[in-house]
Antibody
Framework: EVQLVQSGGGLVQPGGSLRLSCVDS????????MNWVRQAPGKGLEWVSY????????YYADSVKGRFTISRDNAKKSLYLQMNSLRAEDTAVYYC?????????????WGQGTLVTVSS | QSALTQPRSVSGFPGQSVTISCTGT?????????VSWYQQHPGKAPKLMIY???QRPSGVPDRFSGSKSGNTASLTISGLQPEDEADFYC??????????FGTGTKVTVL
């Protein structure tokens, strides 16, 4: 069974940094593009970032460009999101999501979500 | 990267059909056949219900269907069931290699 297990959330002060991780179990991680999607408390979903199978192609939402870095380690079957210069508006549950065929937003498997709270 | 526009809420009685609209622009919904729909129950991760406008993943009931006309995509739930009560989000590929979600619609089964 496909399962994405996330870790790394928590409370951080404005301007601080945090690194999220997402580990795959049950599928060929290196064959799929991956994404991060977030959801502020009581709000809707917001796409954050995309990384292709080999990491060659990387894209970001304007709201995080220049502050967040997505990466992956296919040998460890892991996806990462390095978040720097965090702001209050980055407070959200962050989900990793598998991209089924990379031809559009086909997020067929999701992690359990991890809460990031940016507050002093 | 403005969010796609969805109605805040729709409702129906069990067995009825409801349709959720998702309106964007020619730079996203209207420009590509890459629209997906997600169902999210409270406190849970979203679940893929429709991809590539009208394709249904295995395991999703066939009472869920998707379509698109111009800059507006639609999700129809036929034969509404109590377990369908949830939030629904559309998502589209957009210019410059980004994705954009809709504002979300709460479906209530009366």
């Amino acid at each position: 069974e496909v399962q994405l297990v996330q870790s790394g959330g928590g409370l951080v002060q404005p301007g601080g940094s945090l690194r999220l991780s997402c580990v795959d179990s049950g599928f060929t991680f290196s064959s799929y593009a991956m994404n991060w999607v977030r959801q502020a408390p009581g709000k809707g979903l917001e796409w954050v970032s995309y990384i292709s199978t080999t990491g060659t192609n990387i894209y970001y939402a304007d709201s995080v460009k220049g502050r967040f870095t997505i990466s992956r380690d296919n040998a460890k079957k892991s996806l990462y999101l390095q978040m720097n210069s965090l702001r209050a508006e980055d407070t959200a549950v962050y989900y990793c999501a598998r991209d089924y065929d990379s031809n559009g937003p086909d997020f067929d498997y999701w992690g359990q979500g991890t809460l990031v709270t940016v507050s002093s | 990267q403005s969010a796609l526009t969805q109605p805040r809420s729709v409702s129906g009685f069990p067995g009825q059909s409801v349709t959720i609209s998702c309106t964007g622009t020619s730079n996203d919904v209207g420009g590509y056949n890459f629209v997906s729909w997600y169902q999210q129950h409270p406190g849970k991760a979203p679940k893929l219900m429709i991809y590539d406008v009208g394709q249904r993943p295995s395991g999703v009931p066939d009472r869920f269907s998707g379509s698109k006309s111009g800059n507006t995509a639609s999700l129809t739930i036929s034969g509404l069931q109590p377990e369908d009560e949830a939030d629904f989000y559309c998502c589209s590929y957009a210019d410059t290699y980004t994705y954009v979600f809709g504002t979300g619609t709460k479906v209530t089964v009366l």
